[in-house]
């Protein structure tokens, strides 16, 4: 008995948090209050106000925007192809009301259980929103239960938890491995893409994915470290590869520069190891037949390339009288909005009402 007494003891024991120097944790798993936001919102809420996102949160983009075009009506079925966070499907689930029903997918297996237990938390559960984790390539799978969409948003963007967790890859900002899988269980990680790409192939890749202006230097210096024997496996030695290749750009401007060429060159790593345009166009044939008759669909991207092939979709199946309307122009986050949220600058949106 004595000794039960003590181990029931023992379990009770509370374990410190672990210490870190500095007033801020500078490390993302330390960042114990901005992953618990409903427990600290005025930490987050200081984050939000000085125009970052909290770590392991996203911040939708275009909420307005997105919500006055759909015009959700309670009692209508509705799509959100592309989960993440779960801001946009819980906005367009208050328009509910209750009446109707929301299918969403995603297909990042770490992220999808914490956005789950999140909007259940806020009482959608599986009787208003149906989860699955699917490729929003493969929209045509959910019309046999959904039936025809009366709605339906594809937010192109990664989200910013995923892009925040160093041991997903992401980031050039900090280290860690050099993955860049939305699903790290499915495909080859951008390090083993790099192990056997060619130079021409690198330098196409660079170009058409993120149109970087120093592809061919870039793609040139990746290529001469593999053919050395050198591992590029991790997020800072890719960094480091693209800090070098760029040694030629005048002083004054080579910390900007060389900046943006790490941003574009880890964007078009990961559109090339999730098969990014492929989806995308995939989906966008797709989607006529998913939508009910006078159906609305609302697509934000992030990179000229994916805004080009949702414009020449849209514009095609509008001559063909498969849309009845698309976006004249392409829609941009509000200026307060960019100031509060830096990751929506970039953001464009566009729509279009089946006939």
Known sequence: MENQDQEAKQEKVHKRRVRYSGTHPKSYKDKYKEHQPEKYA?????????????????????????????????????????????????EMLKCLESKGHLYALDIDPIELPRTRERLAKKGFGPEIVTIKQLNFANIDQVIPESGPLDFVLADLGVSSMQIDNPDRGFSYKTEGPLDLRLNPKKGVSAAERLKKISKAELEGMLIENADEPHAKEIAQAVISEIKKGRKIETTSQLREIIEKALQFIPSKERTDQVKKSCQRSFQALRIDVNDEFEVLYEFLEKLPDALAPGGRVAILSFHSGEDRLVKKSFKRLLREGVYKEIAPEIIRPSKEECFNNSRAKSTKMRWAIKA
Do not use: W
């Not at 925007?65 to 959700?72: A, H, K, P, T, V």
């Open 42 to 90: 005025d930490t987050v809420a200081r984050v939000i106000q000085k125009g970052s996102t909290p770590a392991g949160m996203h911040i939708s983009i275009c909420v307005n925007e997105i919500l006055d075009f759909l015009q959700i009506k309670p009692g209508q079925v509705g799509l959100d192809a592309t989960l993440g966070y779960g801001g946009h499907s819980s």
